[in-house]
């Protein structure tokens, strides 16, 4: 393949990069340095670092975004070796990836309606002759629902990790006297990490911003950047506050991506070709 042909077939890619992405972070960036008169400050990152309720709603977003990313790992690495081992493997990935075809919206609000008052789980409990219990509008309707979203974006990663381990090394671990549990200790989980590093940033990081869940199912209980963001917006009508905030995630976002990438991926390809 040619240079030219090289630049024409990439040239919708970057196109689509600079509109939909470099384009809209560069106008949050802009927007943020103006309040909401319209005038220039700085005002607004200094509101911001000095703010005890946006320090707050920050760490509450790391928090919560951290044990949705938790939950959706203690489900998805068990699920992930079981579907390795499995011999209808892509039918079962199909039914894993189904339910992200239907709407964000739409599987909201068939939770509301699971863990509603009169809801699936309330009329069963019911009829075990326990009393309603009020589960919607809980951090653990939120946290359940959240993680049930995000489980298919932390498992193929994992999956495809650990089909790609050589079967040999597990075997030769058995050969070795190792017990199936310290195969996948010492074996199996190391050698799958870049999925798990994957699954991490494909769950963490759409969690930090996460409002629509937060408002319907956690019933504005759990109070994160994504739902100061959208008050901003749509309420106060506080543009440059609200970007500032969106700068912030975005940045966040960057920090996390680089902290969790593969950091000697480039210098180990650079000794080997120094050994060759």
């Known amino acids: 393949m040619t240079t030219r042909s090289k630049v024409w077939y990439s040239a919708p890619y970057?196109?689509?990069l600079a509109l939909f992405v470099v384009a809209p972070m560069l106008l949050i960036l802009y927007q943020s340095f103006f309040d909401i008169s319209g005038?220039?400050?700085f005002a607004n990152y200094l509101t911001y670092f000095q703010s005890g309720n946006y320090l707050a709603m920050t760490l509450n977003s790391f928090f919560y975004a951290f044990l949705i990313t938790l939950v959706t790992?203690?489900?998805?690495?068990?699920?992930?070796?079981?579907?390795?081992r499995t011999k209808y493997k892509q039918l079962w990935l199909s039914l894993i990836i189904l339910p992200t075809w239907i709407n964000l919206l739409l599987k909201a609000y068939a939770f509301i309606g699971i863990f509603s008052q009169s809801g699936t789980v309330n009329n069963f409990l019911g009829f075990l002759g326990i009393a309603p219990q009020q589960i919607l509008f809980t951090d653990f309707s939120f946290l359940f629902v959240a993680a049930y979203i995000e489980l298919p974006?932390?498992?193929?990663?994992i999956f495809n990790?650990?089909?790609e381990i050589n079967p040999s090394l597990e075997m030769a671990s058995y050969d070795l006297g190792a017990t199936r549990w310290e195969t996948i200790k010492r074996v199996i989980f190391?050698?799958?990490?870049?999925?798990?590093?994957?699954g991490f940033q494909a769950v963490f990081i759409p969690s930090l911003s996460l409002f629509m869940?937060?408002?319907?199912?956690?019933g504005n209980r759990v109070i994160t950047l994504g739902?100061?963001?959208?008050q901003h917006f749509l309420v106060t009508q506080n543009w440059g506050m609200g970007s500032t905030i969106g700068v912030i995630l975005i940045i966040s976002m960057f920090i996390i991506m680089r902290l969790t990438g593969e950091k000697n991926r480039k210098r180990g390809v650079k000794q080997n070709e120094s050994i060759k």
């Open 14 to 16: 970057v196109l689509w």
């Open 227 to 230: 739902t100061a963001v959208e």
């Open 190 to 198: 190391p050698l799958s990490m870049r999925g798990v590093r994957s």
């Open 161 to 163: 990790s650990i089909q």
């Open 39 to 41: 005038n220039f400050t």
């Open 73 to 84: 790992f203690l489900i998805s690495y068990p699920t992930a070796l079981f579907l390795s």
């Open 213 to 218: 869940l937060t408002r319907l199912i956690g």
């Open 153 to 157: 974006f932390m498992i193929l990663p």
